[in-house]
């Protein structure tokens, strides 16, 4: 196969980012990009203008109103299941799997109740409410920059009373006592929005948001303090190789239309060493597990070992018990 034979660039990762070796399509980490509709893989952008350690005021939050904006017009078909939003409504088994594959190894037995869960990026709320629902959940918080897709989730979750905990009604989805709680924000404000200074979760979320950040190092930053000790940063994203090129740009947008165009842009996606690398930097946070998966038509959503060398991935970091 043509495609196999292809050597991958060498790369500079953004602020922060340094893999062990480097081995992969290059990545501005410094400046914000555009996402790009084309199927050709784009060139390597320029090289890193930021230091190490330095700051910007680009990074002064992770949102980038171009993704909102893409975001924004899905928001009345997110809880279609045969609409754009259909892959991550066929994912979410997999993500719950994943996360109960890290928490076994913090808790034995795994607990029947009192987990709080974090879901950053949470969009309509697909893993939110399912999140919800589980037996050993205590709260599940949402958030997301987009009052459009939070919108959706909050009306979304209404129709089920059982979210709400005693006493409370389905109106009253948005308090700070409710089992599920939206609120629109970014990770850097979200400390304003709770009561609560210290609190922290046993497992904080990802999904499909990383590869979405112009500048992850920051962001991944922020989320940190809100794992307690001996909980979980758990994120799904995908790997920057040509084969994920190839599959989630001209495959799924291009030729099947099963992502809507201009969802993804390749240079903006993680691969799993260099998340790796970057944890094994930080005190306190040495454990990590990954999972490879891939997506079969009719079939769905599928484990793939070693996938997260070349596609889409899980991936878990455990904090320390005592940091």
């Given at each position: 196969m043509v495609m196999s034979r292809l050597r991958t660039p060498q790369i500079r990762l953004r602020q922060s980012f340094q893999p062990h070796p480097p081995a992969h399509p290059r990545r501005n980490y410094?400046?914000?990009?555009?996402?790009?509709?084309?199927?050709?893989?784009?060139?390597?952008?320029?090289?890193?203008?930021?230091?190490?350690?330095?700051?910007s005021p680009s990074h002064s939050s992770s949102v980038d109103p171009t993704e909102i904006s893409h975001f924004n017009a899905l928001a009345s078909t997110w809880w279609d299941p045969h609409g754009p939003s259909r892959l991550l409504h066929q994912m979410n088994p997999l993500r719950h799997q994943f996360i109960q594959s890290c928490l076994s190894n913090t808790y034995d037995p795994f607990p029947h109740r009192g987990l709080r869960?974090?879901?950053?990026?949470?969009?309509?709320?697909?893993?939110?409410?399912?999140?919800?629902?589980?037996?050993?959940?205590?709260?599940?918080?949402?958030?997301?920059?987009?009052?459009?897709?939070v919108a959706v989730a909050r009306r979304h979750a209404r129709r089920d009373p059982s979210l709400c905990l005693p006493g409370l009604g389905p109106q009253d989805l948005q308090g700070p006592q409710q089992k599920l709680t939206y609120i629109q924000t970014s990770i850097e404000d979200f400390p304003q929005h709770r009561p609560q200074s210290a609190e922290?979760?046993?497992?904080?979320?990802l999904f499909e948001v990383i590869?979405?950040?112009t500048h992850p190092a920051p962001f991944l930053e922020a989320c940190l303090p809100l794992v307690?000790?001996?909980?979980w940063l758990v994120l799904s994203t995908i790997a920057r190789t040509w084969t994920s090129w190839l599959t989630t740009k001209v495959v799924a947008e291009d030729v099947l239309g099963i992502v809507p165009r201009g969802t993804h842009d390749w240079r903006k996606y993680v691969n799993e060493e260099?998340?790796?690398?970057?944890?094994?930097?930080?005190?306190?946070?040495?454990?990590?597990?990954?999972?490879?998966?891939a997506y079969v038509p009719a079939l769905g959503w599928r484990e793939l070992p070693?996938?997260?060398?070349?596609?889409?991935?899980?991936?878990?970091v455990r904090r320390d018990d005592r940091v």
């Open positions: 410094a400046a914000p990009t555009t996402p790009s509709s084309s199927s050709s893989p784009p060139p390597p952008p320029a090289a890193n203008n930021h230091p190490p350690g330095s700051s869960y974090l879901d950053v990026g949470c969009g309509g709320g697909i893993f939110s409410e399912s999140a919800a629902r589980l037996p050993h959940t205590e709260a599940v918080v949402g958030i997301d920059p987009s009052a459009a897709v922290q979760f046993d497992a904080v979320t590869e979405h950040v307690r000790p001996g909980g260099e998340l790796r690398g970057w944890f094994g930097k930080r005190v306190g946070w040495g454990r990590t597990r990954a999972m490879g998966v070693r996938g997260e060398r070349w596609g889409n991935y899980f991936f878990g």
